[in-house]
Structure formats: structure tokens, C-alpha cells
């Protein structure tokens, strides 16, 4: 799939966390490919996919292992990417973690882990950027959600209930960050089939239902979600803030 190039995003200093698997590898590869000088943090070891990225775009992305969980580790790392590559100009908040639950199940730990990992860690990643993008002038900040809360979904309550947090968050961030000209924005994918989703979720089942709900009829790959990472990253979108762009085939509706 070949995307757009944004000129602006050059040399860009971009951070992403899960930036070593799913969407969050095809968003390092693109960034890449666009010049972009690229950090990521993950939990598991990515140095191999690492290596891949340097033959494949010839330029080697940063990877700092971290539970995103742990906020002073998190910041720690966004320090130490803005160290190599300079103040942050692209934030993109894209790890997640979706287990299925029911909510006679959740305990109080995995609530409180569930919100770690997928709101919680967000917040405080926009707070470690947001004064060195203020004194920049400019900056992004790209919260990835999902489209499951907006469907009512079953099956994931306290991931559901995160992701409508992103929304909110990012609502407030924008109006809060406009002034500094930081634009703040979420993305929120439909069903997109990373090898995570076909190896545990994806059965024909419940991937045919979900294909009866799109208006397009093709499934989603990570790569079908670089192109609007990359917009809401460039300057293409510079009046475009506190918005939710929704990349899902044609499932729900905004507006």
C-alpha cells in the first residue's frame, strides 16, 4: 500500500507507544518512511523487528522497552527519546490492551490495570509532552481509541469505558492545548485483523457478522490506518483539533 508523503513530518521527533506490533508496527514503518525520526515503547522485545526497519526504510527507529503501566518509566523514556531525537512533535498514544471479560468477572485489580494500560497511561504521556511542544510552538497529539464503545459492544466493559475516556480526554486537551497551537485528536479503528485479534478473537463467525455491519466489505489491515495517522500528524490537518476521525469500513456513523 503506498500512502501520501507529508514533507512536514521530515525529521519530525516522533514517539509511539506499542510501536513494535500490530497497528502500532505499521505506524513506526511509516513514520520511517516518511524521514521521521521515530522512538517507541513496548513490553515485549522488538529488537529484531528494529533490525527489519533499518533494512527495510534505512533508518533505525528507537526502541525503549516499558510497561507503559508504569508512569515513571513512561516519561522516563519520553525523556530519553527527546535526548536522541528532540522535543517530541508527534505524540501517538496507541497500546492497548482489549482481553475479553465479563463484568461479573473484573476484579478491582484488573479494573485498575485495564485503566492503566488504556486510558490512564495516555494522560500522562500528553502530560510529559505538552510544555516542551508549547515552547516548540506546535505539536500533535494522536490518542487512538476504538469504535467498540461507540457500538455498545458486549465483551470488554472496562475497555469500552477507557475508550470513551480517550474521547473525553482529548476533547479537554484540545480546548485546554489549542492556544500552543498543540493540536490534540483521536483515531478510533474498526475491527482491525492483527495477528493478535485472528489468533485469540477473529473467528469466521463473529468476523462475518461484523462484515454484515460495514458498508465495505473488505477487512481491515493496519496498514488501512497509517494513512489517517499520518494526516492527523502533518500539517494537512492544522486547523483540525478535538476531533475523533473513524477508520472502520463503514460500521458506525459520527456526526
Request: hydrophobic share 40%; charged share 20%.
Amino acid at each position: 500500500m503506498t500512502h501520501p508523503t507529508y514533507p512536514d513530518l521530515d525529521g519530525a521527533s516522533v514517539f509511539i507507544t506499542g510501536g513494535g506490533s500490530g497497528i502500532g508496527a505499521a505506524l513506526t514503518e511509516a513514520f520511517l518512511r516518511q524521514g521521521a525520526n521515530v522512538a517507541f515503547v513496548q513490553r515485549s522485545d522488538a529488537s529484531a523487528f528494529v533490525d527489519e526497519m533499518e533494512t527495510s526504510t534505512g533508518k533505525r527507529p528507537l526502541f525503549l522497552p516499558c510497561d507503559i503501566t508504569d508512569i515513571a518509566a513512561l516519561q522516563g523514556c519520553i525523556a530519553q527519546a527527546t535526548e536522541a531525537h528532540g522535543a517530541i512533535s508527534v505524540l501517538v498514544n496507541n497500546a492497548a490492551n482489549d482481553a475479553r471479560h465479563s463484568t461479573e468477572e473484573v476484579t478491582e485489580d484488573f479494573w485498575d490495570r485495564s485503566q492503566s494500560i488504556n486510558l490512564k497511561a495516555y494522560f500522562f504521556a500528553c502530560q510529559a509532552v505538552a510544555k516542551p511542544m508549547k515552547e516548540n510552538g506546535k505539536g500533535t497529539i494522536i490518542n487512538f481509541s476504538s469504535i467498540s464503545y461507540m457500538m455498545g459492544n458486549t465483551g470488554y466493559p472496562a475497555y469500552t469505558t477507557a475508550n470513551g475516556g480517550i474521547t473525553a480526554m482529548t476533547r479537554s486537551l484540545a480546548r485546554e492545548f489549542g492556544p500552543d497551537r498543540i493540536r490534540v485528536n483521536a483515531l478510533a479503528p474498526g475491527w482491525v485483523l492483527t495477528q493478535k485479534q485472528k489468533d485469540l478473537w477473529a473467528t469466521p463467525e463473529d468476523l462475518a457478522a461484523h462484515l454484515d455491519r460495514q458498508c465495505l466489505k473488505d477487512t481491515l489491515a493496519p496498514e488501512d490506518i497509517v494513512g489517517g495517522t499520518l494526516f492527523l500528524a502533518s500539517d494537512a490537518s492544522k486547523m483540525m483539533t478535538g476531533q475523533v476521525l473513524v477508520i472502520d469500513g463503514g460500521v458506525v456513523v459520527t456526526g
